[in-house]
Nanobody, 130 residues
Framework: QLQIVESGGGLVHTGGSLRLSCTVS????????IGWFRQAPGKDREGVSF????????YYADSVKGRFIISRQNVKNTVYLQMNNLKHEDTAVYYC???????????????????????WGQGTPVTVSS
């Protein structure tokens, strides 16, 4: 069973940056597509970013486009979400999710859907103070 651990959340002021990490084990990360989701108090979980198995396809929600960057280091079994110019509305618990898909799968215009990922981390909280 895949285990996922997120880290890197915390308290930051508006305009600041954080880098979230998502580490998977025991299998190798290069088999998995990764999605980052977030859930703010009283709101539904939303897809924030996504990276395909091959790294060819990525996705960013409009609300974070230009500010967040997703990347992976397969040798470290880790996916990162670099979050820059953070805003108060980015405050949420951030979750990493993974599932194995064929490396050549096409993800054209894909928007992350929580039902597409079977393995989830426990979440890491991000608080952006005004």
């Amino acid at each position: 069973q895949l285990q996922i651990v997120e880290s890197g959340g915390g308290l930051v002021h508006t305009g600041g940056s954080l880098r979230l990490s998502c580490t998977v084990s025991p299998l190798t990360l290069d088999l998995y597509a990764i999605g980052w989701f977030r859930q703010a108090p009283g709101k539904d979980r939303e897809g924030v970013s996504f990276i395909s198995v091959s790294d060819v396809d990525t996705y960013y929600a409009d609300s974070v486009k230009g500010r967040f960057i997703i990347s992976r280091q397969n040798v470290k079994n880790t996916v990162y979400l670099q979050m820059n110019n953070l805003k108060h509305e980015d405050t949420a618990v951030y979750y990493c999710a993974a599932d194995d898909y064929p490396p050549d799968m096409q993800w054209n215009d894909y928007t992350p859907d929580a039902t597409d990922f079977r393995s989830w981390g426990q979440g890491t909280p991000v608080t952006v103070s005004s």
